[in-house]
């Protein structure tokens, strides 16, 4: 299976389930964020009109939330992505970022693939960031007046233990990403084009996602009351995903996806997806509804999961079709028990 089918893969999950939806934003995009900037969508002026999917994330409300604190002293989890992170660009996730819009680009035929990008707001220790990226061979480039510190997967991922300091050169077809600070606590990371293309944006170049009236109403849909979503075109990733023609017959007519959810004391929320007909969205709700009875009827006698199991649930008009649900914290509760016992086993 190629990188392309997986990511796709996981788009469809993404839109189809409950689990992989919340996990990917709540966790994967992960870190929660405070309100947009005054204007209200503040980080979304440096994302380029076509971007293909929009997440947003409240890190500080997520990462303060009484769900992971309860989680964390349940079942402490391995930091090991976020230790990672921040070996190799200084930034810690938790206590350095408030807020964060990610995006992803299509590519632009065989030459090109997608493009991603992260846009946080928060404190940086701008002198830090750079000389540990430096120490790992990336280069300082200037681009309009701007700080552009570019490098390369390989190179991040050098050891900077080692006493051989010289730069690891880029393999064949590796893409660079950059880093920038695009303004005093605003940073910019991910692939140098797109970085590049925050500076242009924020420099009045170019048209922004905001300028999008057909993204900004998916938006607003979602973002009421929510410290993350994510929207997306899920035509679009389809096209670009190259799946056989007997997978890709069985996908449903999807156009758009969106996922909202609230994580405090659990985790509330909605998918969303709108179909290109009222044909197509009657068949995913008699599918997903479908899906539903069954796991229902699977369903265990504890109070907690029947609480959640009977939140589900689907509504929608003409072509959208909406699963909303509610998990208490009580679910959760249940699970670090239980992760607790099968340690206790061990």
Not at 122 to 130: L, N, S, T, W, Y
Not at 168 to 178: H, I
Not at 216 to 242: C, P, T, Y
Request: one cysteine or more.
């Amino acid at each position: 299976m190629t990188s392309r089918t997986r990511y796709f893969v996981i788009a469809s999950l993404l839109v189809l389930t409950v689990g992989v939806g919340t996990g990917l934003v709540a966790y994967y995009v992960g870190f929660p964020t405070s309100a947009f900037t005054t204007d209200g969508h503040g980080e979304l002026h440096y994302v380029p009109r076509d971007a293909a999917v929009v997440a947003f994330a409240n890190v500080q409300e997520i990462m303060t939330s009484e769900l992971r604190q309860r989680i964390k002293a349940a079942v402490p989890v391995p930091q090991t992505g976020q230790q990672e992170f921040e070996n190799q660009t200084g930034i810690n996730i938790e206590t350095d970022i408030d807020r964060i819009v990610g995006c992803l680009e299509p590519s632009r035929g065989a030459a090109t693939q997608n493009a991603g990008m992260v846009v946080a707001s928060g404190r940086f220790d701008v002198a830090k960031i750079e000389t540990l990226m430096r120490d790992h061979g990336a280069q300082v480039e200037t681009y309009r007046d701007r700080r552009l510190i570019v490098g390369t997967p390989q190179q991040m991922h050098k050891d900077t233990s080692s006493v051989d300091t010289t730069p690891l050169p880029p393999r064949v077809g590796e893409s660079s990403f950059a880093l920038a600070f695009i303004r005093p606590g605003v940073v910019a990371v991910g692939s140098t084009a797109l970085v590049r293309s925050a500076i242009d944006l924020d420099a009045g170049g170019g048209d922004n996602i905001t300028l999008n009236d057909e993204v900004m109403a998916q938006v607003k849909a979602v973002e009421g009351g929510n410290n993350a979503w994510a929207i997306g075109r899920f035509d679009v990733l389809q096209s670009q995903a190259h799946l056989p023609q007997a997978v890709a017959s069985q996908i449903p007519a999807i156009t758009w996806f969106s996922i909202g959810t609230h994580i405090n004391g659990g985790v509330r929320g909605t998918l969303t997806a709108q179909t290109r007909d009222v044909a197509a969205a009657n068949n995913l709700r008699d599918v997903v509804r479908g899906f539903l009875g069954l796991v229902k009827l699977q369903a265990g006698s504890k109070p907690e999961i029947q609480t959640m199991i009977q939140s589900l649930d689907v509504e929608g008009t003409g072509n959208s079709v909406t699963l909303s649900f509610d998990v208490p914290v009580q679910v959760f509760d249940a699970a670090a028990a239980l992760h607790g016992l099968g340690k206790q086993r061990r």
